[in-house]
Nanobody
Framework: QVQLAESGGGLVQAGGSLRLSCVAS????????MAWYRQAPGKSRELVAR???????TYADAVKGRFTISRDNAEKTVYLQMNSLKPEDTAVYYC?????????WGQGTQVTVSS
């Protein structure tokens, strides 16, 4: 099993920045893609950004140019740098990883952007 622990969420004004971190523990060998998802109140969970083990990235259109996903394989950590935050970015942000054809999820961290 893989356990994921997110940190770095909080309250920020529009235009501000936050950096989310997610550390994997447990059986972490062979982790492939890692990703960040978010879920706003009353909405479905959606992909924010995804990064493969070699470092190829994918972003949702809503965050392109503002968010950057990165990972440190040695530290088993994935990051999400969020700049130019908007009120519509308010959501619970979840870390996810794929290992041996299974997906594992963190508990989530709240990000609130005030206008």
């Amino acid at each position: 099993q893989v356990q994921l622990a997110e940190s770095g969420g909080g309250l920020v004004q529009a235009g501000g920045s936050l950096r989310l971190s997610c550390v994997a523990s447990g059986i972490t060998s062979s982790i492939r893609d890692m990703a960040w998802y978010r879920q706003a109140p009353g909405k479905s969970r959606e992909l924010v950004a995804r990064i493969s083990r070699p470092g190829a990235t994918t972003y949702a259109d809503a965050v392109k140019g503002r968010f950057t996903i990165s990972r440190d394989n040695a530290e088993k950590t994935v990051y999400l740098q969020m700049n130019s935050l908007k009120p519509e970015d308010t959501a619970v942000y979840y870390c996810m990883c794929d290992r041996n054809m299974r997906s594992f999820w963190g508990q989530g961290t709240q990000v609130t952007v005030s206008s």
